[in-house]
């Protein structure tokens, strides 16, 4: 891993390098040949201006240089002066792209390959007042000589910063490697050793740590309390049907034995169910199939369905409000209504009240489940709605209780966007308040659904 660091820190710095110089190159190059153009166009003019005739060769012989090549050419394309060769020996110049655009539009340049020099030349051209053509050139492959010149320096350049750049990678590379230990002393908890400027990621790393270790130690608690809670009726179902094969129980007994076993297995459904429904709850993605619910149809059917079982607690169950509409899931809306209604029953007391109210308050659907039975003590307030947590377990049990309604509820609640409140004391009353999130166009949908039972 460090060699790896280092090798790839190192052809960094040598391809940035070699990139650069490059570019460098290419971009002076450039430079220069703009330059070189340039000069040749302010020679031209000025030639033009000093020598604005054909029978003016003499004159402009007096301005011949090394490095610019001048040419005087008539308008049939005859060449009658040029600074390089024998005006004599050279061809007709008519159809040189420059020549030929100078005799038509007053002005021509071009860049080519010479085909008297075979270099590749820059030419530019002028038409004189007489109709002759001036024009003046200059080679652009000699720019380059200068760089051919500084090759080997360059290279001996490049070569020691290579050695740098390769000394300078391995010191980075430790550098980073000894800082990259400290961080994960850090997160092994050994505090101070950790590079300030690495901190934040050292912090983010650890709390990620601990985040998967706290859901690693929640999912092993899960799975021990789910085995311990179906390990509990699976024991007694087992205890009393031994008992029965043992022939220790009397006839007379037996159904009360019987009724016993069914009991208890049918808590143990009532658990699987529960357990499925959270799992099913857990994972992420669609909440199946979503409409626009009626609360308050929902909670009146709730209510009915719930009306012997208060009968049977001796509790009074009462139904209020001006009724709600939220987007989701039915039968799981259905749910959080039945497990709060059954729980306001079942911790209450003879001669108590459960009151259902579903309205919308500054348009968010809220559904309040009231009861003044046994209440919740403050420290339990809060883990309520953790799995299996019940405030008295003989009490939950005795009346059927899993333990997982309320943190069925507030899965529920909270994929629905909304969020669940407790109210209670010791000794009660208690108060559930579900807030769900704005609905879009409340009286719109509550329209739709208006239609809808007319059609039905
Ligand atoms: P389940 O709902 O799965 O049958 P449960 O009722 O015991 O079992 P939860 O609904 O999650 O489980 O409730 C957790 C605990 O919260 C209950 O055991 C009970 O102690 C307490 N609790 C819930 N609602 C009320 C209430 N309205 N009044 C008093 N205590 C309550
Ligand atoms: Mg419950």
């Not at 070569?159 to 092994?188: E, Y």
């Not at 024991?235 to 019987?258: L, N, P, R």
């Not at 409140?421 to 208006?450: D, H, N, W």
Request: charged residues 25%; negative net charge; aromatic residues 6%.
């Amino acid at each position: 891993m460090e060699k790896k660091i280092n090798l790839r820190l190192f052809f960094m710095g040598f391809f940035s390098m070699v990139l650069t110089t490059v570019l460098l190159v290419g971009l002076f190059h450039g430079t220069m040949e703009r330059a070189a153009r340039r000069e040749v166009k302010q020679m031209t003019d000025f030639l033009a201006k000093a020598c604005p005739s054909s029978d003016d060769v003499a004159e402009l012989m007096r301005f011949e240089e090394e490095e610019k090549r001048m040419t005087l050419i008539a308008a049939d394309g005859t060449v009658l002066y040029d600074s390089f060769v024998d005006a004599s020996e050279m061809e007709n110049h008519k159809d040189r792209q420059e020549v030929k655009d100078a005799l038509e539009i007053g002005v021509g340049e071009s860049n080519r390959q010479s085909v008297t020099f075979n270099h590749y030349s820059y030419y530019y051209a002028l038409r004189l007042p007489d109709g002759s053509v001036l024009r003046v050139g200059t080679e652009m492959e000699g720019l380059l000589d200068g760089f051919r010149d500084t090759l080997p320096s360059l290279a001996l350049v490049l070569c020691c910063m290579s050695i740098l750049s390769l000394l300078v990678s391995r010191l980075l590379t430790k550098k980073l490697v000894g800082k990259l230990q400290d961080m994960i002393w850090h997160m092994d908890g050994k505090q101070g050793q950790v590079p300030r400027e690495m901190l934040p990621l050292a912090q983010a790393m650890k709390a990620y740590q601990q985040k998967k270790e706290e859901g690693e130690k929640w999912r092993q608690q899960f799975t021990a309390n789910v085995s311990h809670e179906l390990k509990t009726p699976l024991t007694s179902i087992s205890g009393y049907a031994e008992m029965m094969e043992s022939g220790m129980v009397q006839e007379g007994d037996i159904k009360t034995f019987a009724g016993k076993i069914h009991r208890e297995a049918g808590r143990l459904i009532m658990l699987i169910n529960d357990i499925l429904e959270l799992s099913k709850l857990d994972e992420p993605g669609e909440l199946g199939p979503v409409e626009q619910v009626d609360v308050l149809r929902l909670a009146r059917d709730t209510v009915e369905m719930l009306s012997m079982k208060a009968e049977q607690y001796q509790v009074q169950l009462r139904l209020s409000g001006n009724g709600a509409f939220v987007r989701g899931n039915k039968t799981m809306l259905g749910e959080v209504l039945y497990n709060l209604c059954d729980n306001a029953i079942r911790y209450n007391k003879p001669g108590g009240y459960v009151q259902v109210d579903v309205s919308v308050a500054e348009e968010q659907p809220v559904i309040v489940v009231k009861d003044n039975g046994i209440g919740i003590p403050l420290e339990s307030q809060e883990r309520i709605f953790e799995r299996f947590y019940r405030v008295d377990n003989s009490r939950s049990k005795a009346t059927g209780g899993t333990g997982l309604g309320l943190a069925i509820v507030k899965h529920i609640v909270l994929r629905h966007g909304g969020t669940i409140e407790v109210e209670s004391k010791e000794g009660g009353p208690t108060k559930m308040k579900v807030i769900f999130p704005p609905q879009q166009e409340p009286k719109e949908a509550a329209k739709q659904v208006k239609k809808k039972e007319g059609t039905a």
